[in-house]
């Protein structure tokens, strides 16, 4: 089963949940894909570094 949770808000490519395995991520309440979660991520670590 495959079901669309909703855009990544970074590349606004269609998040899914595949089999109950959801194939993104929720940061700070908005939807990234896992590509773009892990970009994100990277970013927060650095932003809070400074
Ligand atoms: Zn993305």
């Known amino acids: ?3 669309i949770i909703g855009k990544c808000q970074a590349c606004h490519k269609d998040v899914f949940c595949e089999n109950g395995f959801f194939e993104g ?3 700070d309440g908005k939807l ?3 590509i ?3 970009k ?3 970013g927060y670590t650095s932003e809070k570094n400074e």
């Open 40 to 42: 994100a991520l990277e």
């Open 32 to 34: 990234y894909c896992v």
């Open 25 to 27: 991520e929720q940061l």
């Open 1 to 3: 089963m495959r079901e």
């Open 36 to 38: 773009c979660a892990e």
